[in-house]
Antibody
């Protein structure tokens, strides 16, 4: 079974650093893109960015570039989302999700598997 | 940036058909994905690439996309279909995903 399991809820102070994680199991972790999405009551879903763990190529939404960093550790099949200085506006529910990718000769871009979400309160 | 619009809510009686629209400029030229999210849960894709269903998703869920409107249709609505539904597109030029604001489906 393909699964993404995220780290637990966090409560932080403004200015704190934070790293949350997303571990993939049941599939070829290195060769599938993993994205991060933020959900808030006010703004709904917002795209943060995506990483290809095989070579750590990363692409960010302009809205988040420079404020968060996405990394991956293939040895642990885990991707991370981290902040060096949190702001109150970072309070949200964060999801990781796998891009479907290549399937029977076709490359699909929808997000087929999601983590359970990590709540961050600043 | 690309903007998607959805009605805030749709109400439907059990057994009837719910149609959830997603508006966007020439959205018919893009592939639209639909996600269902129930309270306290992660989203689940119910339709991808306009009208394809992942395995395990009932045939009651179908999608279409033309010109400026994509539509998710849920036939024979059941109480368990009560959820928020989000449309989404992928912008290939920037490798970004854009989500609609979501539609709450209320089963009467």
């Amino acid at each position: 079974e393909v699964k993404l399991v995220q780290s637990g809820a966090e409560v932080k102070e403004p200015g704190d650093s934070l790293k949350i994680s997303c571990k993939g199991t049941g599939y070829d972790f290195s060769n599938n893109w993993i994205g991060w999405v933020r959900q808030t009551p006010g703004k709904g879903f917002e795209w943060i960015g995506i990483i290809f763990p095989g070579h750590s190529e990363t692409r960010y939404s302009p809205s988040f570039k420079g404020h968060v960093t996405i990394t991956a550790d293939r040895s642990f099949s885990t991707t991370y989302l981290h902040w060096t200085s949190l702001q109150a506006s970072d309070s949200a529910l964060y999801f990781c999700a796998r891009r479907r990718g290549l399937d029977t000769g076709t490359f699909y871009f929808y997000l087929d598997v999601w983590g359970q979400g990590t709540a961050v309160t600043v | 940036s690309y903007v998607l619009t959805q009605p805030p809510s749709v109400s439907v009686a059990p057994g009837e058909t719910a149609r959830i629209t997603c508006g966007g400029d020439n959205i018919g030229n893009k592939n639209v994905n639909w996600y269902q999210q129930k309270p306290g849960q992660a989203p689940v894709v119910v339709v991808h690439d306009d009208g394809d269903r992942p395995s395990g998703i009932p045939e009651r869920f179908s999608g279409s996309n033309s010109r400026n409107t994509a539509t998710l249709t849920v036939s024979g609505v059941e109480a368990g279909d009560e959820a928020d539904y989000y449309c989404q597109i992928w912008d290939g030029s920037s490798d970004q995903y854009v989500f609609g604001p979501g539609t709450q489906v209320i089963v009467l």
